[in-house]
C-alpha cells in the first residue's frame, strides 16, 4: 500500500454530492394509488414454485403484488414492456436515481431509450427494516441474479435453478422461444424481500436472513403493459449461501389486481424519454 499523502485526510473528509437530484422528476401520486388500490380486485393469480420461475402479465393501470406465502424466501424480478422486450427493467439507473434498496414511492426504471417508469411501488409491508447496523436493507437493485456462470467459475460446478437459468427458462416457455433466443432478454433483476449491504471493511457485497415472513408483500402500479418474470431464489432467504439445494425454499405468489377506471382519473401512462437521440451529430 502507498504511503499517503500528507493532505490524505482532508481529501477523505470532502463531503458528497449526490449524482441525480431527483427533485425534477415527475412527482407520484401515492394518494391516488392508494385510493386505486383500495378499489382493486384480484383478476390473476401466479404461483412462483421453489428453485424456479413463472412469468406474469400486468397491463397498464393495474397493481401487481408479490406475496410472501408460506416461509421466509426471496425472489428475483425481471420486467420487460409487454409489446417490445427491448424495453426492460433497468436496474442500474434505477438504483442511481433511487439508491441500492427501494420502497415505497420509488420507481422501477426502463432501459434506454425509453428510460420512464415502467413500475411504481405503491406498498411494501417491510419498509419498516430501513438501514441495519450492518449497513444492511431491503429489495435491493446492486445486485444482479444467481447464474450458473458465475457458480461454475467459483465452484466448478454445474447448477440449473439459478435465477438466471430459471427466468431464462420462464420467458422461453411463456413465448415459446428456444433458450438461446431467451436468454439475452434475461437482465438484472430487483431483488425482492432479499436483505443486502456493502461490508463497512473490505466494500464486499453481503446478504443475510432476509426478514420477511409469511403475509409480507411488495406492491406495484404497472406503469405500462408489462411482462413480468419473477424466480423464487434456491437461496430460500439467503441467510446462508446461493445456487444449491441446501436451502430451505418456498414458493411465492404473484397477484394482479385490477382497480375500478374511476379511481385512476388524472393517470396516463408515463411517455417515453424526450431525448432526440441524435447524439451530437
Same mark, same amino acid.
Given at each position: ?28 401520486? *401515492? ?35 408479490? !406475496? ?8 428475483? #424480478? $425481471? /420486467? ?27 420507481? /422501477? ?5 425509453? /428510460? ?8 411494501? &409491508? @417491510? ?38 437459468? $430459471?427466468?431464462?427458462?420462464? *420467458?422461453?416457455?411463456? @413465448?415459446? *422461444? ?7 432478454? !434475461?437482465?438484472? !433483476? ?27 408483500? #411488495? ?6 403493459? @408489462?411482462?413480468?418474470?419473477? &424466480? ?19 414458493? /411465492? ?19 417515453? $424519454? ?8
Amino acid at each position: 500500500m502507498q504511503t499517503p499523502p500528507p493532505d490524505a485526510e482532508r481529501r477523505r473528509a470532502i463531503a458528497p454530492v449526490i449524482c441525480y437530484p431527483t427533485e425534477t422528476l415527475p412527482p407520484v401520486d *401515492l394518494p391516488l394509488y392508494a385510493d386505486a388500490l383500495g378499489t382493486a380486485e384480484v383478476i390473476d393469480t401466479v404461483i412462483v414454485p421453489p428453485r424456479d420461475a413463472a412469468c406474469f402479465s400486468a397491463p397498464a393501470g393495474h397493481f401487481f403484488r408479490i !406475496v410472501s406465502s408460506e416461509g421466509p424466501q426471496v425472489g428475483d #424480478l $425481471n /420486467l420487460w414492456n409487454a409489446q417490445d422486450l427491448s424495453e426492460r427493467f433497468y436496474s442500474g439507473k434505477t438504483r442511481a436515481l433511487h439508491g441500492t434498496h427501494v420502497t415505497t414511492g420509488d420507481r /422501477l426504471w426502463s432501459s434506454f431509450p425509453a /428510460l420512464r417508469p415502467m413500475a411504481t411501488i405503491v406498498a411494501d &409491508s @417491510l419498509d419498516w427494516y430501513g438501514i441495519d447496523a450492518f449497513g444492511g436493507s431491503v429489495h435491493d437493485v446492486i445486485g444482479t441474479r444467481c447464474d450458473p456462470y458465475t457458480h461454475r467459475q467459483l465452484s466448478g460446478g454445474t447448477y440449473h435453478h439459478c435465477c438466471h437459468s $430459471n427466468l431464462t427458462r420462464a *420467458l422461453a416457455a411463456r @413465448l415459446g *422461444l428456444p433458450i438461446a433466443e431467451a436468454e439475452p432478454h !434475461v437482465h438484472d !433483476v430487483l431483488n425482492v424481500f432479499m436483505c443486502t449491504g456493502f461490508t463497512r471493511d473490505t466494500g464486499q457485497y453481503f446478504m443475510k436472513a432476509s426478514p420477511v415472513r409469511p403475509g409480507d408483500a #411488495l406492491t406495484f402500479f404497472a406503469e405500462i403493459d @408489462l411482462l413480468g418474470a419473477l &424466480s423464487a431464489c434456491p437461496g430460500g432467504d439467503c441467510s446462508t449461501e446461493h445456487s444449491s439445494d441446501a436451502a430451505s425454499c418456498h414458493p /411465492l405468489i404473484v397477484e394482479i389486481l385490477r382497480p375500478e377506471p374511476a379511481g385512476l382519473t388524472g393517470w396516463a401512462p408515463p411517455p417515453v $424519454n424526450g431525448y432526440d437521440r441524435s447524439h451530437g451529430t
